[in-house]
């Protein structure tokens, strides 16, 4: 079965934000950083309870390589995968706390 992706309005925002960020330190590293996410969604979709839970409902695919502080925050439903967060783990933790289910 293929579940469609949906991300929350605050995670597509940190995720272009951070888009935005990285090609301001690097041109193309943007890109890269997209690239990279991409891969964990993929791996998401392939197999998302291989991911540990962070909450009850809400669980946690970590980047690697150059992004290994960012975590990609998602839970789970019978039609789709909902993205609550690309977090940067150098942000405080207080700000994602209240998304997690």
């Known amino acids: 079965m293929t579940r469609d992706i949906i991300f929350a309005s ?3 925002h ?12 690097q ?3 943007g890109d890269e950083f997209e690239t990279e996410v991409n891969h ?3 791996e998401i979709l392939k197999k998302p309870e291989r991911f540990r839970f962070a ?5 946690k695919a970590r980047l690697l390589g150059r992004f290994h ?8 439903q019978s039609d ?6 690309v977090f940067d ?7 994602l706390k209240h998304r997690l289910k």
């Open 10 to 12: 605050v995670a597509r």
């Open 14 to 25: 940190e995720f272009d934000e951070a888009m935005l960020w990285h090609d301001e330190q």
């Open 27 to 29: 041109p193309g590293l």
């Open 40 to 42: 964990v969604i993929e």
């Open 55 to 59: 909450s009850l409902e809400t669980r």
């Open 69 to 76: 502080r960012y975590s990609i925050y998602f839970y789970v």
């Open 80 to 85: 789709h995968i909902g993205i609550v967060s």
């Open 89 to 95: 783990g150098a942000r405080n933790p207080e700000e």
